[in-house]
């Protein structure tokens, strides 16, 4: 079974669960329901001593990590390795914690509420189930599973953001806790082998503290706790190498939880973790290189950035100019020339570009 679209709906993924419930190793049930009544579904596995929680799609378009995860559960049905993995391990999955936001291809639940800014207030019906499920289950470890938009570059380079880490902090300082520690390691763990595919092209999320999100919560009230962020990579809008990447940032990880725990060289580990280099948005999706007639504008660069939209079941990419009061990007997933638009605006008039340029730009670049 295989998950390659972009698009990742409640309807899609129902099968797979079922039939990961199949083997003996894996159960499945319903953990509550979504603003709109759609099951909010909960797939167990093993039985070990660690105890890991890991939940995905909590805002609705980010499918990438759902995907690596699927794959990755695939690999544990009837086989030696999820046989041993599940004397080691209890994992508590949560797919798709926002259901009606991964119908609707939105970040928002049906609400229009952030479920990531919603650890404190519980006002949301998928929030009250995380929060149930976080008390009862306990977890020794939390994988918060997101995806990232590709404005994402990395500070000091001109290498895009292709995934991105985050040990989150459980207060303002940013104090280096023993929870945080403990995930700061385990990002180690992995960043070391993701490097030899990405070399340097793996990130650090912003730790700025927010106890409105269920990361910061997880950390404060002691559990490691780690954010991966699935970016874009190279020309792949289906996301399907970064989700390969981030599968087997998973295998890494769960190989080294059946391992017996290290004693850990705080100073290192902090180190270590500090060397991946921040995210910073500097990206776009496309520059159009000297395209503006030069005896007219300074600038002739056009920069232009991809708005997804859900049509009939399938994920669209529009091609919009970026606008005038935001700072141009220093770097894009692509460089173009187009001598054909540099020659129709040179026969119009100045005043005329704009409305010209929008829609040639949607018409030839979209798709």
Not at 46 to 72: C, F, R, V
Not at 103 to 110: D, K, S
Not at 189 to 216: P, S
Not at 220 to 248: C, M, S, W
């Amino acid at each position: 079974m295989e998950f390659i679209a972009r698009y990742l709906a409640p309807d899609h993924i129902l099968s797979a669960l079922k039939s990961f419930a199949q083997d003996a190793n894996f159960s499945l049930s319903v953990l509550g329901k979504s603003v709109k009544g759609r099951s909010i579904y909960r797939l167990n596995f093993g039985s070990g001593p660690k105890k890991i929680l890991l939940w995905s799609q909590m805002h609705g378009n980010e499918t990438t990590t759902t995907k690596a995860l699927l794959h990755y559960l695939q690999t544990l049905v009837n086989s030696e390795l999820g046989n041993e993995l599940a004397k080691h391990l209890e994992l508590c999955v949560i797919p798709m914690l926002n259901p009606d936001g991964a119908a609707a291809y939105t970040r928002l639940n049906a609400n229009e509420v952030d479920l990531n800014r919603d650890a404190q207030d519980l006002s949301q019906p998928e929030s009250l189930v995380f929060r149930e499920v976080f008390n009862s289950f306990k977890p020794d470890l939390c994988l918060n599973l997101h995806g990232q938009r590709s404005i994402y570059g990395l500070t000091g380079s001109e290498n895009p953001a292709v995934l991105s880490f985050l040990a989150p902090a459980a207060d303002d300082q940013r104090s280096i806790t023993p929870a945080r520690l403990e995930a700061m390691r385990l990002i180690n763990c992995m960043t070391a082998v993701l490097h030899e595919d990405l070399g340097q092209q793996i990130g650090r999320y912003d730790d700025t503290f927010n106890g409105n999100c269920l990361g910061d919560y997880c950390t404060q009230q002691g559990v490691p706790t780690i954010l991966f962020e699935a970016g874009h990579y190279q020309q792949d809008y289906t996301r399907n190498n970064t989700a390969a990447l981030i599968q087997k940032a998973y295998t890494v990880l769960f190989d080294e939880l059946c391992s017996p725990q290290p004693v850990i060289d705080s100073d290192a580990t902090v180190a270590a973790y500090l060397e991946l280099p921040e995210n910073e948005i500097n990206y776009c999706d496309l520059i159009l290189k000297d395209v503006l007639p030069s005896d007219v504008h300074d600038a002739k660069d056009l920069y232009i950035q991809y708005k997804e939209s859900l049509f009939e079941g399938v994920i669209r990419f529009k091609a919009e100019l970026i606008g005038a009061d935001t700072p141009n990007p220093e770097f894009a997933h692509r460089y173009e020339n187009d001598p054909e638009l540099n020659s129709e605006l040179k026969r119009l008039n100045q005043e005329d570009w704009s409305s010209f340029i929008a829609d040639y730009v949607l018409k030839k670049y979209s798709h």
